[in-house]
């Protein structure tokens, strides 16, 4: 074996070793950062990744359409005018159908490498497509570069000039991608490993290492530069991508959080306004509610009516059935009231005690005595027995008032009117209604 041989094969070997080692360190920083995303948001930044990629790679297939046309015929015109030989020419046929090849490719990946309306519609084809398009891609330039690099230097010495190193299409096109596109390192490793190794077997094929090994040193120097590009462009936004993945997570947190707090204060407000023992209104949302209507009725020149009741004799039914029995006949009753009450704008509300009151919006007096009566008439059918009472059932005292309200007056006059009307008819021998006059 010779030295020259012995050194190649050196050359090589320490190549291929430099290559494995580059390799394997590049695939350990690209699983720390990979690692790094949820499995369950793997799929979702592969989407993203090649919803981006199909963009750009569009972009990128128009300008090979628009290019590869003119730079056939400059080379072909630069060969002529250059007095190359027929053996050249020939050869340089070659790299031209090739630069034909990309432009087909491009306009099939045009026709067929769709890009869809969002990455949520990315499917395995549309994957195929992207990896298609780099991997092709990369395999046409590197034939142009390993092709196209001798014609030139054969050119070149029929010249009586001496050739000059090129790195070509190749490498354009793998800086290009790098530079341009989110690839992970196994999509990385299997296009560039397999156009560098193209590029350098036609070197040394038709060159022979003394030629070609100038060339060879700089696509490899310049391959390893790209991997690296393309491997730090891709950690970039593999860590955009979690770093926009938790302020969505944050976002949703923070919304349930309101969400949360939303509901919280809505039934805190909802226990402030309600009676606890009754399930009706308190008299504090009984004051506002009052409050509304009246300036509204103001407004609108509209009736407005109360109901006053009180139970009839429920201290003696307390002291029969003790407290917890008359906390129960107290919320009996007020849902029977409720019940009686048929419109939604309608409001029941505990005064105070065994007392309850309601507001009856845009209702006449007359209306008001009817609700009175049907009150009297839903709270005697419970049929709840109370020894002391004289009708031995439990029944109330009723009064009821109407009032147009007046500009100055207040709706404290209506409540005074109501009370007075359910005084007397607490005196009257209970167990009946009185409508204010």
Known sequence: MSKTDQSIRDLTRWVTNMWKTITAALQVQCAKVFSTIPVTGRADFDRRVTYANLGKERVMAWVVIATMPVIVLIEMKALVDAGASARFLAEWRAVAVLRLAFLALAVAFLLFGRRPASPAQITKRHHFSEVGFVLFSLVITSLITGLGQPVKSGVLTEMNRAPTPSVGAYLIAAFVFAAFLQMSIRVVLSAYGLSWLIVVTLYLAQSGWTLASVDIINVTFMTILALLLSQAIYATRAKEYLHLRLIELQRKELEQVNAQLLESNTKLRHLSFVDAMTGVSNRRYFDSYLSREWARALREDSPLAIVMLDIDYFK???????????????????????????????????????????????????????????????????????????????????????????????????????????????????????CAS
Not at 349 to 360: I, K
Not at 409 to 423: F, G, N
């Open 316 to 434: 003696e039914f307390n002291d029969e059935r003790g407290h917890q029995a008359g906390d129960q006949c107290l919320a009996r009753v007020a849902r029977c009231i409720r019940d009686a009450l048929h419109r939604p704008t309608d409001l029941l509300a505990r005064y105070g005690g065994d007392e309850f009151v309601a507001v009856l919006p845009n209702t006449e007096l007359e209306g008001a005595r009817r609700v009175a009566e049907r009150i009297s008439r839903e709270v005697a059918a419970l049929s709840i027995a109370v020894a002391g009472s004289p009708h031995r059932i439990l029944t109330v005292s009723v009064g009821t008032a109407c009032r147009r309200p007046a500009p100055g007056e207040r709706a404290d006059s209506l409540v005074a009117a109501a009370d007075a009307a359910l005084y007397r008819a607490k005196t009257s021998g209970r167990n009946c209604f009185v």
